[in-house]
């Protein structure tokens, strides 16, 4: 097996780990940096100073900080300067953002920050954040995600994994996370990010095993900077650091650790939202409305909803929906039937319905309630398919198109779904069907001339008993399973 591997290669294995749930996030420094952070060398600067060195050529910054409480008999400076750095008004990046949307239950970091606990409160998640070892003996209830700080957090500066001393005697004073990240290292898949494989307790953890289990080890994947040429290196000192690297790739290869290179950093947000798109690539946000049934009537248009939510369900898609007039019914009972005929899965994983509220908030207004509540539910998922879209408007007494159901399809394309409007069954969805179809290439991309022919049947009436199988044929040529 390769030391290095390819994105797209990274992406499937993650992805196939990542639909069991069975896999976990490490991030560490590089994640804070772009928030307004500075590193670690830019943080010891003033200590090096202190004792005399130059920053600029240490390396060993755990000896650094050890020297430091060696010679002044006391750590506080530093435990200031991690005050001072880490609490000072930094703002969440775009990839704090996308790490906290996706399904992921498990994250380690090395950060002594709150950034990923105020992305996670950003999205309405709860994380469970153990700090100390103490926080792994209590579990808070209902949460989304346990966050586990290995090196402590900024709320308890003297606690902080900082010096050689705190190193050495890790797994003494925190031995309860290093047995839990032993556990999680062999039973899930992890996704280094933003972390250098500079910490000698991990690198035990690894060894032990690889010890134990020998070739039997978990199949883990990190993201790693090529060496480029910075500032007053030379072709040689490029040359030296990558052949360092290359050694570094190798020795993380002997415990399952296989690495992606990249050139650039903002090649990890393009990854992460990769990620994202694929972990919803199974859920369908089924949006429509019917005040007026035509021109499938009732009956037709209720069968279509129904059949279509059944189908998903059965070719192990997940459903979400608004529960629209005339169309809402139908899709739930459609879900609930194959969900009851074979009940392999929990009814809540597979099935998301969210009725819109019909009376005022005491603040804001309905319309402002309803726009976060359309984006909150569009964004679990990756496809979008519109059904009619109509409603009775109360003032002229008139069927007009939905709203609603135009709004959410700017959202669905906003948020990265793949649009999916049946255009036979009329309205809204004609609308928006003409709009797709006009211009396949910008909603499809290079799958444009694949999914042509399946919008050409949703957009017959006549083809009417093809338009789910059209509807799952787009769906997988998009994203095959």
């Given at each position: 097996m390769s030391s290095t591997i390819d994105k797209k290669a990274l992406l499937a294995a993650f992805q196939r780990e990542m639909d069991s749930d069975s896999v976990a996030l490490f991030f560490g420094a590089g994640m804070s940096r772009p928030s307004g952070f500075v590193d670690w060398k830019a943080l010891m600067q003033e200590v090096a100073e202190d004792l005399g060195l130059d920053i600029n050529r240490e390396t060993d910054l755990i000896a650094l900080a050890q020297f430091h409480k060696n010679r002044r008999k006391t750590r506080h400076r530093i435990n200031q300067l991690l005050v001072t750095e880490f609490t000072k008004g930094a703002t969440l990046s775009e990839n704090h953002?996308?790490?906290?949307?996706?399904?992921?239950?498990?994250?380690?970091?090395?950060?002594?920050?709150?950034?990923?606990?105020?992305?996670?409160?950003?999205?309405?998640?709860?994380?469970?954040?153990?700090?100390?070892?103490?926080?792994?003996?209590?579990?808070?209830?209902?949460?989304?995600?346990?966050?586990?700080?290995?090196?402590?957090?900024?709320?308890?500066?003297?606690?902080?994994?900082?010096?050689?001393?705190?190193y050495a005697t890790f797994e003494s004073t925190r031995a309860l996370f290093s047995i839990q990240l032993r556990g999680h290292l062999v039973s899930k898949s992890f996704l280094f990010l933003g972390y250098s494989f500079s910490d000698p307790n991990l690198d035990y953890i690894l060894a032990r095993i690889r010890a134990q289990l020998g070739d039997k080890k978990r199949e883990h994947f990190c993201v790693m900077k090529n060496v480029a040429k910075e500032g007053d290196m030379t072709e040689a000192d490029v040359d030296y650091q990558r052949k360092k690297l290359t050694l570094r790739i190798e020795d993380l290869q002997n415990y399952g650790i296989q690495t992606l290179?990249?050139?650039?950093?903002?090649?990890?947000?393009?990854?992460?939202?990769?990620?994202?798109?694929?972990?919803?690539?199974?859920?369908?946000?089924?949006?429509?409305?019917?005040?007026?049934?035509?021109?499938?009537?009732?009956?037709?248009?209720?069968?279509?909803?129904?059949?279509?939510?059944?189908?998903?369900?059965?070719?192990d898609y997940n459903v979400v929906s608004g529960l629209g007039l005339g169309i809402g019914q139908a899709v739930t009972m459609g879900a609930l039937e194959e969900l009851y005929r074979a009940p392999a899965s929990h009814l809540d994983d597979r099935l998301t319905l969210r009725p819109f509220p019909q009376v005022d908030p005491s603040k804001g207004t309905r319309a402002e309630v309803w726009e976060r509540y359309r984006q909150e539910m569009i964004s679990r998922a990756g496809f979008a398919v519109f059904l009619a879209g109509n409603k009775l408007d109360p003032d002229t007494g008139k069927t007009v198109e939905a709203a609603g159901v135009l709004r959410e399809?700017?959202?669905?394309?906003?948020?990265?779904?793949?649009?999916?409007?049946?255009?036979?069954?009329?309205?809204?969805?004609?609308?928006?069907?003409?709009?797709?179809?006009?211009?396949?290439?910008?909603?499809?991309?290079?799958?444009?001339?694949?999914?042509?022919?399946?919008?050409?049947?949703?957009?017959?009436?006549?083809?009417?008993?093809?338009?789910?199988?059209?509807?799952?044929?787009?769906?997988?040529?998009?994203?095959?399973?």
């Open positions: 953002r996308l790490i906290a949307s996706l399904p992921i239950s498990t994250v380690w970091t090395t950060n002594y920050d709150h950034l990923i606990e105020d992305a996670y409160a950003e999205a309405h998640k709860r994380p469970d954040v153990k700090k100390r070892p103490e926080d792994l003996a209590v579990s808070k209830p209902r949460s989304d995600v346990v966050v586990y700080k290995m090196h402590g957090d900024i709320d308890a500066p003297d606690e902080a994994v900082l010096t050689k001393e705190d290179l990249i050139d650039d950093y903002a090649e990890i947000t393009s990854l992460l939202h990769e990620l994202n798109r694929r972990a919803v690539r199974k859920s369908v946000f089924i949006s429509g409305s019917a005040h007026d049934p035509a021109p499938l009537g009732l009956e037709g248009l209720e069968k279509l909803a129904r059949d279509l939510a059944k189908e998903l369900i059965k070719q399809f700017e959202i669905a394309v906003s948020q990265g779904a793949f649009p999916i409007p049946v255009g036979g069954s009329g309205h809204a969805s004609k609308n928006i069907a003409d709009t797709v179809a006009g211009n396949l290439d910008r909603y499809f991309g290079a799958h444009a001339p694949a999914v042509k022919k399946h919008f050409a049947v949703l957009g017959a009436l006549s083809e009417l008993e093809k338009w789910v199988d059209a509807i799952l044929a787009i769906m997988k040529i998009v994203s095959p399973k």
